[in-house]
């Protein structure tokens, strides 16, 4: 496991629910707070039949907040601003009632309307007894709520309190300690993964004047390139003929044709994550090597079909990167193409989007995201192609680190 570095200036919101591993949280506390993480503690009425808010708060060395309806709580701090005050909301040990409730939507005492009110990543440790950890309900509330982005960090197995073996054990708190890190290093959350971006349209020369070309700019992808670097990603980005900048921090590799995009992205493997944005023309035709003049007879074009690189990549035995990603761009029936065409790509995840007339995506500075995983499929609305690339390396960031915490 890698060593934590300092946490100073991180704060986590830690919230503590019942059950006999309820006292491992507290050393949570103090390895987090060896780490100058501040830690603001909520128990839920449960956890207060297994820890005290006293010894809590002595740890914390921040005030305890244990009730959704104390004046005092809601006067100095709402429920709201309690959450968004921290950097990550922790759960230790998560109850089987809690995963339930987060699942649910219920939010009925201060920690679960915390943990339905807040827009910070989310961690949790569950500790159960076995029967219950393996119960239908728990693995189906488990895998709900982990699909909708929380971070599981799973229990260990051994012998429980109640007699029993089996997993369900809260993991080891520096195990927990490990994942916050993880988390919390903002902005090198990518350091030491490589990644390769294929971004704008490609050029397919008909002679030594004119080329096949379609309206990409390349935002979507140089946006992503530019977001996985500020994440601490080597990146490589080969880029088609665009009229944008290379983005900082970033090694960009200009191409004009499919072919030669690509070459590009075959020299530049491995990598740990491949993200296919470029509108590759599918078919080439071969060039002519003279200017083609006018005569009486119009010219006839014989297309040749273009390589598929984001289809060999992610086919690729050898190499193939643990998260390849594609773009489909649909002019209609989005989301029945774009799941033919997931399969059918052999990629990881696909980000369909609508590019029909009057869409304003392709060449424009804004889109809308069918996002398709094996897990299922999700709609990200409408904003900027920069909000969108943040999201999805947010993505990108947690598929890695559940990775690692698996
Ligand atoms: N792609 C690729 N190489 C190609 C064609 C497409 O790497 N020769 C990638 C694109 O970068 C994108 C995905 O494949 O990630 C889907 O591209 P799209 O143009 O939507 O699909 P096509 O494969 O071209 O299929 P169709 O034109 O039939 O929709």
């Keep these: 496991m890698a060593p934590v570095t300092s ?22 506390i103090r390895l987090l707070r060896q780490s100058d993480c501040a830690v603001r503690a909520v128990i839920t009425a449960a956890g207060m039949k297994f820890v005290t808010p006293l010894s809590v708060q002595a740890l914390c060395e921040d005030r305890v907040y244990t009730d959704m ?28 009632d809690i995963v339930a409730k987060m699942a649910a939507g219920i939010a009925d005492d201060l920690a679960t ?35 909708r982005g929380i971070i599981g960090v799973p229990p260990d197995e051994g012998p429980m309190a109640c007699g029993e ?41 008909i002679d030594p004047v004119r080329y096949l070309a379609n309206r990409s700019s390349g935002r979507q992808g140089h946006a992503i390139a530019a977001a996985l670097a500020a994440h601490g990603a080597k990146v490589t980005l080969i880029s088609g003929p665009v009229s944008l900048a290379d983005p900082q921090g970033v090694t960009t590799t200009h191409v004009e044709s499919a072919e030669e ?6 020299a530049a493997l491995p990598a740990d994550v491949a993200v296919f944005c470029a509108a590759v023309a599918d078919w080439r035709v071969k060039p002519s ?21 984001l289809l060999e990549v992610a086919h690729a035995e050898k190499n193939r990167p643990n998260l390849v ?16 065409k997931r399969v059918r790509k052999g990629c990881d995840w696909l980000l369909a989007n609508d590019v029909a007339p009057g869409s304003d995506t392709m060449g424009g500075s804004e889109n809308e995201i069918l996002l398709l995983t094996e897990e ?14 943040e999201r999805l390396v947010e993505r990108i960031v947690r598929f890695f680190i559940r990775r690692a915490c698996s």
């Design 7 to 28: 946490l100073a200036g991180k704060r986590v919101l830690l919230i503590i629910t019942g059950g006999i591993a309820a006292y491992k949280a507290l050393e949570l």
């Design 289 to 309: 090597k003279t200017k083609i003049k006018k005569s009486a007879v119009s010219p006839t074009l014989t297309f040749i079909e273009n390589p598929d690189i």
């Design 165 to 205: 073996f089996g997993p369900g054990r809260l993991a080891a708190p520096e195990r927990i300690l490990g994942a916050i890190d993880r988390i919390l290093k903002a902005g090198q959350d990518l350091v030491g993964r490589r990644a390769i971006v294929t971004s704008g349209p490609t050029h397919e020369t």
């Design 376 to 389: 299922g499929s999700e709609m990200w609305p409408r904003t900027t192609k920069e909000a969108i690339a």
């Design 69 to 96: 309806f104390s004046l005092t709580d809601e006067s100095e701090m709402g429920h709201i601003q309690l959450s968004r005050s921290a950097d990550l909301i922790v759960v230790v040990p998560a109850s089987a």
């Design 325 to 340: 990603i594609g773009f489909a761009a649909e002019t209609e029936l989005l989301a029945e193409h774009a799941a033919a």
């Design 261 to 266: 995009m690509r070459d590009a992205v075959q």
């Design 113 to 147: 309307t915390l943990l339905l009110a807040t827009d910070k990543p989310v961690l949790v440790a569950p500790a159960m007894n076995v029967r219950m950890w393996q119960h239908p309900s728990t693995v189906s509330n488990m895998d709900t709520i982990i699909r």
